[in-house]
């Protein structure tokens, strides 16, 4: 029988994208109410009215080539716009048989290494490819979760703000962030109730130990990687996983640490100003210096079209997935669940 909503965590790998996904059920989880926190914008924020499944990782470094060698490994006149190459990940550049084409392979034990510089419109691109079934058409990339048409420069953004209503892959919005950093379907409470908050994405209300993976920080092991450096084993020289005992609630891995990852929040710093939102733990913009987005009121942005070497993502679905469901359960889910998208 198909499950409408659950209170704990499944994890899938979908037969499309072929990313570890975890879905997150708990439907209308209570929002997060502070800690008594001045300024804490995500009060009142984290509640969830669907079941949807997000990346268990981040991005990986094998994802990022296959992506740009659709998007870049073709005639130059026809690359795919606001797709660029990173400077922080485990790929290099190879030779391509395509007159202007750019092909990339993943450097030897180097496929699960995150990948740094991305802008928030590359990872709105590659949700578009994903939706598309990761064709090669030209179209498959500039729409699908979002239209491309839409993203302008000047003194703001006209980028569309929310992904498209039948969206198969998208940047996970604050909302279901937080929730899947946070909130713990299982937290016993004073009065005998279950559900609740965690302040940090390591399933506690303590701040995150960081430092390489299987080491003491002051006598305790280390949970996560940002912010320290030896000289010798910088942020993109882990690979996601590495701290397999840190886990969200829902049993995420590196939602502290490797990257900040991007979601589809938009926060205003003036009447003009506005940036795209990111979450989580990661270096800062000079290395040995972090940039700390752990607790729950913690948050940062930029600017959709500016790359930073701390800044990825994680991709958010919709589930379960009408392509997944048993004909038998199928009528039934239809009316239980909230649907996300149409058809992937």
């Known amino acids: 029988m198909v499950m409408a909503a659950s209170n ?7 037969p499309i994208t072929g990313v570890d996904l975890v879905r997150i059920g708990a439907v209308g989880n209570a929002p997060w109410m502070g800690n008594g926190q001045v300024q804490d914008r995500a009060i009142g924020r984290g509640r969830v009215d669907y079941e949807y499944s997000i990346g268990k ?11 740009l060698n659709a998007a870049l490994d073709r005639p130059a006149n026809d690359h795919i716009p606001y797709v660029a190459v990173p400077d922080f990940w485990g790929g290099a550049e190879t030779f391509s048989p395509i007159p202007g084409g750019r092909r990339f392979a993943v450097r030897p034990g180097q496929g699960l290494l995150p990948v740094g510089d991305i802008t928030w419109r590359m ?19 500039l729409n699908g979760a979002y239209d491309v048409g ?3 420069l000047g003194t703001g953004f006209t980028d569309q703000r929310t992904h498209n209503p039948d969206a198969c892959y998208w940047l996970p919005t604050w909302d279901e962030v937080l929730k899947a950093f946070h909130f713990d379907p ?3 409470n004073p009065d005998g109730t279950t559900g609740g908050w965690w302040r940090y994405s390591n399933s506690s209300d303590t701040p995150l130990v960081y430092g390489p993976p299987n080491t003491l920080v002051n006598g305790l092991p280390t949970e996560a990687n940002a912010g320290w450096f030896d000289g010798g084993n910088p942020q993109y020289q882990i690979s996601l996983g590495a701290y397999p005992n840190t886990r969200t609630p829902w049993g995420l891995l590196d ?10 929040e938009v926060f205003g710093f003036g009447s003009l100003l506005e940036a795209r939102g990111y979450d989580g733990s990661a270096w800062g913009s000079s290395l040995g210096v972090a940039n700390l987005a752990d607790a729950a009121s913690g948050r940062g942005g930029d600017f959709p079209s500016l790359s930073e070497l701390h800044l990825g993502f994680r991709i958010a679905s919709s589930v379960p997935a009408p392509s997944t469901l048993t004909l038998m359960g199928l009528g039934w889910w239809l009316t239980a669940v909230r649907k996300r998208r149409v058809a992937c």
């Open 150 to 152: 839409t993203f302008t």
């Open 255 to 264: 939602a502290a640490g490797a990257t900040s990852e991007w979601n589809e």
């Open 8 to 14: 704990t965590a499944h994890a899938d790998i979908d």
């Open 57 to 67: 990782l981040e991005v990986t470094t094998a994802q990022w080539v296959e992506f």
């Open 123 to 141: 990872a709105a691109i590659y949700c578009n490819w994903l939706h598309n079934g990761k064709g090669a058409n030209r179209k498959a990339f």
């Open 186 to 188: 299982a937290k016993a």
